[in-house]
């Protein structure tokens, strides 16, 4: 009989790896997403470069792929950084992630969190958090 050592998702799906995304949805809040990737192991992030000035249908791409990120069976949540002012807004990069998946998801928006060091500091928190689940039976 052969074991596979992978990852069950709430989804359903399986996946080999066992990160959490940290997903800037826009050029704006990368580097946010990359300070609190570097803080957290097992976190994995990427260098956004749009999310802000697109015409409808460029937006509609990026956010398809923001949301299939999340959603890849290698991601086990996600926790979502947005500058407060891109054309991808948090609440329609959630509702793409959650119309592909039921994954966990933390959402910070930096004008919010009223600057750049309270949201790297509050979603390194929720973070480890997540980790922290992703590695429980």
Not at 3 to 9: S, V
Not at 61 to 89: R, W
Not at 91 to 104: C, G, M, R, S
Not at 108 to 137: D, H, W
Request: with cysteine; hydrophobic share 40%.
């Amino acid at each position: 009989m052969k074991t596979f050592l992978g990852y069950k998702r709430s989804d359903g799906k399986v996946g080999v790896r066992n990160h959490v995304l940290i997903l800037p949805t826009s050029m704006c809040a990368s580097d946010v997403a990359r300070m609190v990737a570097n803080n957290v192991k097992n976190t994995v992030a990427f260098n956004n470069q749009l999310g802000c000035s697109q015409v409808p249908s460029d937006q509609k791409y990026i956010m398809d792929v923001m949301a299939g990120y999340a959603a890849n069976p290698n991601i086990y949540g996600t926790v979502i950084i947005s500058l407060g002012c891109e054309n991808c807004q948090m609440d329609l990069v959630e509702a793409a992630i959650k119309f592909l998946t039921n994954k966990p998801i933390k959402k910070f928006i930096i004008q919010e969190e009223q600057g750049s060091i309270r949201t790297v500091e509050k979603a390194t928190r929720a973070a480890m958090k997540m980790v922290q689940e992703a590695s429980l039976p």
